[in-house]
């Protein structure tokens, strides 16, 4: 049974708000952690494949392998 | 000795999250975030908009940090002024070692975070901010000497040197001419305050201009630190940073700021000590020209920063 008044009451509503509150924040900064990689990573997206200009693959060599 | 003990335990038991924002100095943090948030669109370079928003957000974290270190460091000192014993560690809402907790993990997490969105340039500079307001200025400056505002006021010039440093990972002229800036805008708009809080600064043991020198001598130094200020303020117009709308609000704002200036060195700000409790924001008439001078200067910086964003901001949209 709890009073309204009752100071431990308000004490274990102000831990768990307080809780609630480094929860989100934690999540926050994962949130914002993932996003920044994400973005950086968008910046550098695979690009077509080119080919050395020496080597098998080269123009050359395969022009030489028809 | 023990009832108190547990009292401010208690007291500390009820804490809830806006206490712990409130140390964050959210009025403080506003600014710090709008002139931040300039020196990153007026930067060359752009950076991502997504990564751009952490970055301001960082800097926003890290000064609010920085504000609650100095709070937790500032607790006692706090209580015995009217204008801070409301903060959550003066009033015994928020434990210091809290308060300490709290500032130096977000501290981290804004600088950790600063360096993998923009880059570590960026990051240094948030560091070195937070480590020279908190330690620097807290510690070292304030109780020691008199020009503890001037010194301590490149803190608050260096968000816009952060910002641009964030977008473009390299300094020049113009970031630092925004720091200039507002590190000369910082005086005047402090010891403005300071002449009609004396008797608060002089109950807390700090050494400010108006208590250390009196207030004619301040009356002075603020004036000659506006007709400083307001001639750099106009020289963006010549780097190129500030354009057309820049030089008008300079030129405008700039008059309007020398006005003031000298009209509160004519006065007698500052020369009574006011009295009784009650006094702190009553308007009198001895301090209306420092309250017209603190009050104009934030309009003022405010302007000049909203003039470059609004001119680099279209810019940028436009191309």
Redesign the interface.
């Known amino acids: 049974m709890t009073f309204d008044n009752d100071p431990q009451a308000d004490a274990t509503k102000a831990r768990n708000r307080r809780s609630l509150a480094i929860a989100g924040a934690l999540v926050l900064f994962v949130v914002l952690v993932f996003v920044i990689t994400v973005v950086r990573l968008g910046g550098s997206k695979p690009s077509a494949y080119v080919a050395p200009r020496t080597g098998l693959n080269s123009p050359a060599s395969q022009s030489a392998h028809p | 000795m023990t009832q108190a003990v547990t009292e401010a335990a208690?007291k500390t038991?009820?804490?809830?999250?806006g206490d712990?924002f409130q140390l964050l100095k959210p009025r403080v943090m506003s600014l710090v975030v709008f002139t931040a948030l300039t020196g990153l669109v007026c930067a060359p370079e752009p950076l991502?908009p997504?990564?751009a928003a952490?970055a301001v957000?960082c800097i926003a974290v890290g000064a609010g940090a920085a504000g609650a270190l100095n709070m937790a460091i500032e607790g006692r000192t706090d209580a015995l002024m009217r204008r801070t014993r409301g903060r959550p560690v003066a009033a015994g809402r928020v434990s210091k070692n809290d308060a300490l907790a709290f500032g130096g993990v977000l501290s981290a997490?804004s600088v950790m975070?600063m360096g993998?969105?923009a880059n570590w340039l960026a990051a240094g500079l948030l560091a070195l901010t937070i480590v020279y307001y908190a330690w620097f200025y807290t510690l070292v400056l304030k109780r020691r000497t008199p020009q503890n505002i001037v010194v301590g006021g490149a803190a608050g010039a260096f968000p816009p040197v952060i910002g641009w440093a964030a977008a473009s990972g390299h300094l020049d002229l113009n970031a630092w001419l925004m720091f200039l800036i507002i590190f000369l805008w910082t005086p005047p708009h402090s010891w403005a305050l300071a002449l009609y809080t004396t008797e608060d600064y002089a109950k807390a043991g700090i050494p400010m201009m108006p208590v250390a020198r009196g207030a004619k001598s301040t009356r002075l130094q603020i004036l000659l630190y506006s007709l400083v200020m307001v001639p750099v303020a106009i020289l963006p117009v010549f780097t190129g940073l500030g354009g057309t709308l820049y030089a008008g609000v300079s030129i405008v704002g700039g008059l309007g700021f020398l006005a003031l200036a000298f009209r509160l060195w004519r006065s007698k700000a500052g020369d009574r000590p006011e009295g009784g409790e009650a006094g702190l924001y009553d308007v009198k008439a001895e301090t209306k020209a420092a309250r017209n001078l603190f009050a104009f200067s934030i309009l003022y910086l405010f302007s000049l920063f909203a003039a470059l964003l609004f001119e680099h901001g279209l810019t940028k949209a436009l191309a």
């Open positions: 208690d038991a009820l804490a809830g999250p712990y991502h997504v990564l952490i957000l997490f975070l993998m969105a």
